[in-house]
């Protein structure tokens, strides 16, 4: 099967990390600089509701800020039976929401031209993405802003070793081919300067796929 990313005109940039690692704020000025669009997909998933009609408890814990929707069910329960059945839902919840998710945004993607802004990166068909940008911040900087964001306990340590095992970073080079996928740091306001200013070249060094 030929890779389909001929057709666009314009460049679509995945901008994952960590909660807490910049995407949003990185994002916004990069859509700024370049006048692509900024989709949050958290947010999309809010606004749009695109989680309705499933069981808040679960699809809130699998769809949002969480990183490791089976650690936070987890502490539903102990027990072991209880424990693979809720891990088993979780599942089948996760991939009809993806596919919800993919739907919704598959259009706006095929006509090229969005930054994409999301915790996780293996959600997303590999053909929709020119390049993937990893942020990744320094775990003392990090926790201080997830605490500063109200994360606790299990949240933030969730998070924390998420960062420190860089697992957004082997999920971008399992996801995608590795010559697309970028890790940039991101811990002062200087980084994301910097990171703005070279993502902006990228985007306009960027030339549409022959047919
Ligand atoms: P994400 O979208 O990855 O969760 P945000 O962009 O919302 O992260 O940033 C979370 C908080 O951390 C915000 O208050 C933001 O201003 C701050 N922040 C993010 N990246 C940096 C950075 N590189 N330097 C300083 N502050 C940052
Ligand atoms: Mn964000």
């Keep these: ?72 069910i987890d502490g539903v329960s102990s027990d072991l039976g209880l424990h693979h059945l809720v891990s088993l839902i979780s599942g089948i919840i996760m991939g009809a929401l993806q596919k919800h998710v993919c739907d919704e945004l598959e259009d706006m993607m095929e006509e090229g031209g969005n930054i994409v802004d999301y915790h996780g990166c293996d959600f997303f068909p590999e053909r929709w993405f020119d390049h993937v940008v990893v942020l990744q911040t320094e775990n003392s900087v990090l926790y201080d802003r997830l605490s500063k964001r109200g994360y606790t306990g299990a949240k933030l340590t969730n998070n924390i070793e998420c960062e420190i095992f860089q697992v957004l970073l082997e999920e971008a080079k399992d996801s995608y081919p590795e010559d697309i996928v970028v890790a940039l740091r991101s811990d002062t306001i200087d980084d994301i300067n910097g990171n703005v200013a070279t993502l902006t070249d990228w985007v306009r060094n960027w030339c549409p796929k022959p047919e």
């Design 1 to 72: 099967m030929a890779r389909s990313s001929s057709g666009r005109k314009k460049p679509n940039v995945l901008v994952t990390g960590t909660p807490g690692t910049g995407k949003t704020t990185t994002s916004s000025f990069l859509a700024e600089a370049t006048q692509l669009r900024h989709v949050n997909v958290g947010d999309l998933v809010r606004d749009k509701n695109l989680h309705d009609g499933w069981d808040e408890q679960f699809a809130c814990h699998v769809i949002n800020e969480d990183l490791d929707p089976l650690i936070q």
